[in-house]
């Protein structure tokens, strides 16, 4: 009889930020980790896993990674959504974890082996003030980074999403059992964001790859409008400029601009990305292996955008844990239309909480050879520092009406 899961644990921890972590142990002993964190959901993915997940996992084949992936979408009734998904997530990376160590591999090595030697990463600079901000992208560029993605305040608002005036770090999660309440105003964004920009280009060259987040609050007017100004300033890209709900409004932005667009890291399944890619209204798919169902169902993204010439670039924030951001960088590896990593990078208390294979070095990130995924946890460490509720802020415009985060 071959090796069965004979117990599943439902691991919380907050060493900096909040994280759930799955850990699925066999009759042989090898243990697997999944990653489950959903920022600002961390215990309704907790409950589903612990509650309704793991129960149907003991006494199963470890081996039969996509038979449970199938089990675990096409049994349940109410399927799909970030819960769901990342707890499916959670389930897929533990199984490969377990599936590499059993055969002594690292992951990107069951995956058809290296298509490249290393992983492109960016990582994020910002600033308030756009001289600040021109420091800050060099000081990125200093440590190694090729590319670097920019954010910056708006005259006449005191907070934007992540930006903070006289702020050290990049953290838009507050502490806290609320959201904060920002302010929000389009228009004065759209005035400044083609001036801001175009400053930092002028300062770091041509050869540096530049990003830019919008953050989902625009019009698709405004989305194609701010495309279209930020032509010359040769963006690697210009990232969720309008709701990612509204599919079509792509369309409207991509006839007039040929900025680059990458979206879909609020997308959880093949089917959310699926008229965007076959309709070609993208650049660069953006799902994450936590939310959209591990590495098995990222990877049906991928061939389906490989079709159509989009490219992958998975969400990488301090909110996905070491474990999934670790599946990412062997999936990258292995993908040949991976073109990009986003690395926000972690507090030293999450690399020590969670010990990991893969590491950065000179704008470029390695998988390692460890067996499986190639991260550990903690388990003594990681019980110092008990979850505490964060959440992303909520924004609405100069009339008090709500807008998307």
């Not at 907050?14 to 489950?36: C, Q």
């Not at 990107?108 to 992208?137: I, M, N, Q, S």
């Amino acid at each position: 009889m071959s090796d069965r899961i004979v117990s599943t644990d439902v691991i919380i921890t907050s060493p900096g930020r909040n994280y759930v972590t799955l850990k699925l142990t066999t009759a042989d002993g090898i243990v697997g980790y999944g990653d489950a964190t959903v920022n600002g959901r961390e215990l309704a993915v907790a409950s589903y896993l612990r509650d309704h997940v793991a129960p149907l996992l003991i006494g199963r084949d470890p081996s039969r990674i996509e038979d449970t992936w199938q089990y675990l979408y096409r049994g349940a009734y109410w399927r799909r959504g970030p819960i769901t998904m990342a707890a499916i997530g959670a389930v897929d990376v533990a199984l490969w974890d377990i599936h590499g160590k059993t055969l002594g591999a690292p992951l990107y090595k069951l995956l058809g082996g290296a298509v490249r030697d290393r992983l492109l990463a960016y990582t994020h600079a910002f600033a308030w003030e756009t001289p600040a901000l021109c420091e800050a992208v060099e000081a990125r560029r200093e440590q190694g980074f090729r590319a670097v993605r920019a954010q910056f305040g708006v005259p006449g608002l005191t907070t934007v999403y992540g930006v903070h005036k006289d702020a050290e770090q990049y953290e838009p999660a507050t502490r806290g059992v609320a959201p904060a309440e920002e302010e929000w105003d389009p228009a004065a964004y759209l005035r400044h964001a083609p001036t801001a920009l175009a400053a930092v280009r002028d300062h770091v060259g041509p050869e540096l790859e530049l990003l830019h987040d919008a953050h989902h609050r625009l019009t698709p007017q405004q989305a194609a409008r701010l495309g279209q100004a930020l032509e010359p300033v040769d963006l690697y890209w210009l990232e969720d400029v309008t709701p990612a709900e509204n599919q079509d409004a792509l369309r409207l932005v991509r006839e007039h601009t040929t900025t680059p667009l990458a979206i879909g890291e609020v997308f959880n399944s093949v089917y959310d990305l699926h008229h965007l890619v076959t309709g070609q209204l993208i650049d660069f798919v953006r799902a994450a292996v936590v939310h959209a169902g591990g590495v098995s169902h990222l990877r049906k993204i991928l061939h389906l955008a490989e079709v159509y010439q989009v490219r992958g670039a998975p969400h990488g924030p301090s909110d996905v844990s070491p474990v999934s951001f670790g599946a990412s960088v062997h999936l990258g590896m292995a993908a040949h239309n991976i073109a990009i990593q986003e690395y926000m990078g972690y507090d030293e208390r999450v690399h020590e909480v969670f010990p990991h294979a893969w590491s950065y070095r000179d704008g470029h990130l390695y998988p390692g050879d460890a067996p499986g995924v190639g991260v550990d946890l903690d388990e003594r460490l990681a019980s110092k520092y008990p979850y505490d509720p964060a959440y992303l802020p909520v924004a609405r415009r100069l009339d008090g009406t709500l807008t998307d985060w």
